[in-house]
């Protein structure tokens, strides 16, 4: 009585069909990827050491290793946090607990997606206008960090935003009905709580600003400096784009030179990344409400 | 109780909130607001630093018809430099072009996949996969265009130059379709389970459910992880300036190289002097670029939002 109709055996096979097209499709988007990285650990692995790492670029850097850049991707990346991390908070605390829901906060959300979506190198000739220019900054680390941070910029509001939301609406009320004014509560129950999931976004950002590359080309970064930076007002090599100038700039490079950097910076970028994941699968399994 | 207050006092004083704290709070209010707005200031501050840098160019070198119509871009000729974006501008169409065919169906499928098939630890790592292949840095990309997509498309298609359309595509597509597929993923998880319940009430197998449930809902979501990828591809610049080759030229075939509007700044900026033609002429293809992404993004965000309301 209940045995399967013609009908119902083919749309059965119908659906495995796609079931099964759908996967090779994601398979397919995943496996180029994992070739590459494959290839990239197999050429440039065997010149990963700890000299590779901590020593300078030598002979028109063809050999020898890349500490400065190394060095100067961190000076970057930290005043660029230093910058972002801050304001970024701020503005996600305004949009989440102040902010009511209308027309001029739908226009302060367009200008984030904007900035996120305008292409790097726009950022790039504003730091240029802005920062190397107008406010007199030079090529310099401070310049180029400005820039990334205000690119990354929403990255760090999308994120603590999100945090901040998972607050439930009632821990605020329990507060104001202590008498307790909105930063009040905001900085002794609101941010207490959502305090990990913005740790979580900013580590998120400090990947996206080790391997931005284009907006820091004019702005601060150079191809080859014989010394390291001294202050914020120096220029620096960066890892990155160290990456760009040996795969393309510097004749008679060995093969596996570019490869071993290309490896170190994906490594940092896929290992920051990681941590944030990790650390977000962490979290949601203790949320206790 | 360490300090009593007495029970009655004058009214002026019992209900004036104003005190520390409420000046704190004042303060910190001010202070948030304005970074609240500061996304607006940083787009606004972009398009007047960049128009301000190419204005120069903009009164004087700029020919409607030269600047969008002529493929020649010969800014360095002493006698008669020229300033045509023609054939940058399909440069960066046919580059983004073919990354849409390749990262379209890949992205959509794997979201597919992803968000209604795959269950569990399944569904959990590949999401995890998705979002490692998204952060790979664009240099990267570009690297491996040189350095393994080179040589291959030299090998398996008997050409003597593996630095093109194909390999930039390629490249492209395979940066935007990890960003396509969480962006996809997401609008399939937008549309309620009631209508995926109902439909499989009525007897509709999965396929069914999805096909004719699920994603005619989540049509204007896809619609909008497409058009976020085209601005992601129309805005890339390292990994194109890296393996297109880097030739002006209005493409014949997917094995000719070209050059993109974004990797004609990144390579011709550092050469140029602050305020020539020439540097003034790049910044106008910054404006030119802005406005072109402030265009999709404005689009895809008022297309997500259609329906969400709806």
Not at chain 1, 21 to 45: C, D, N
Not at chain 1, 139 to 151: E, V
Not at chain 1, 265 to 281: P, Q, T
Not at chain 2, 149 to 173: H, S
Request: contains cysteine.
């Amino acid at each position: 009585m209940f045995a399967e109709s013609s009908l119902n055996v083919r749309n059965k096979r119908v659906q495995n069909l796609f079931r099964i097209l759908f996967m090779m499709m994601t398979i397919l988007l995943i496996i180029p990827v994992i070739i590459i990285l494959g290839t990239l650990i197999a050429k440039g692995g065997s010149i990963i050491s700890f000299d590779f790492l901590f020593t300078d670029p030598t002979n028109g850097m063809t050999a020898g290793g890349i500490f400065p850049a190394l060095l100067g991707t961190i000076w970057i990346v930290a005043v660029a946090l230093l910058a972002s991390v801050p304001l970024g908070i701020a503005a996600a605390i305004y949009l989440n607990e102040y902010a009511g829901d209308n027309w001029f906060t739908r226009i302060i959300q367009l200008a984030i997606i904007n900035l996120a979506g305008v292409p790097s190198i726009v950022h790039a000739l504003f730091g240029v206008g802005a920062f190397v220019i107008f406010f007199g900054f030079g090529t310099s680390i401070l310049a180029a960090s400005l820039t990334l941070a205000i690119m990354t910029l929403p990255v760090v509001i999308v994120s603590t935003r999100e945090s901040l939301r998972a607050v439930p609406q009632a821990f605020r009320e329990a507060c104001w009905n202590m008498g307790a004014t909105r930063w009040q509560t905001i900085r002794r129950v609101v941010l207490p709580n959502a305090v990990s999931g913005i740790l979580t976004g900013i580590i998120l950002e400090v990947s996206r600003t080790t391997g931005e590359t284009a907006p820091i080309m004019f702005t601060g970064a150079a191809f080859f400096l014989p010394f390291l930076p001294q202050s914020v007002f120096d220029q620096t090599m960066a890892l990155s784009l160290h990456l760009f100038v040996v795969a393309t700039q510097v004749p008679g490079v060995p093969d596996n030179l570019p490869f071993g950097v290309a490896l170190v910076l994906i490594a940092m970028v896929l290992l920051m990344n990681s941590i944030s994941i990790a650390f977000r699968m962490y979290l949601r399994g203790k949320k206790k409400w | 109780m360490s300090e009593t207050k007495p029970l009655l006092q004058s009214p002026s004083v019992d209900f004036d909130h104003r005190n520390f704290d409420w000046y704190v709070d004042k303060f910190i209010q001010s202070i948030v607001f304005i970074a609240g707005i500061s996304a607006i200031i940083f787009i606004i501050g972009i398009f007047v630093f960049i128009t301000i840098e190419g204005f120069g160019f903009l009164l004087e070198d700029f020919s409607f018809r030269e600047f969008f119509l002529s493929p020649f871009w010969e800014p360095s000729d002493e006698d008669a430099p020229e300033y045509g974006i023609l054939a940058l501008v399909a440069g960066t169409a046919s580059v983004t072009g073919l990354a849409m065919i390749v990262a379209i169906p890949f992205s959509l499928g794997a979201a597919i996949f992803i968000g209604e098939f795959a269950t569990g630890k399944l569904r959990e790592s590949l999401k995890v996969l998705v979002e490692l292949l998204a952060a790979i840095p664009s240099v990267v990309w570009g690297f491996i265009g040189l350095s393994i997509m080179n040589p291959l498309i030299i090998d398996v298609f008997d050409v003597p130059v593996g630095l093109n359309v194909l390999n930039a595509g390629i490249i492209l597509g395979l940066m935007a379709a990890p960003i396509m597929t969480s962006i996809a993923e997401d609008a399939l998880k937008a549309v309620p389970d009631r209508y995926r319940e109902a439909a499989e009430a009525l007897g509709a197998t999965r396929w069914q459910v999805i096909f004719k449930t699920v994603l005619p809902a989540a049509k204007n979501g896809l619609l909008g992880a497409v058009l976020l990828g085209v601005g992601r591809g129309f805005g890339e610049t390292m990994a194109v300036l890296m393996a297109t080759g880097h030739a002006v030229n209005i493409p014949g075939s997917v094995f000719d190289p070209v050059r993109a509007l974004t990797a004609t700044i990144a390579a011709e900026l550092g050469e140029t002097a602050v305020g020539s033609p020439h540097y003034q002429a790049l910044f106008t293809i910054g404006i030119f670029l802005f406005i072109i992404t402030f265009l999709i993004n404005l689009t895809a965000d008022l297309i997500v939002r259609g329906i969400r309301k709806g």
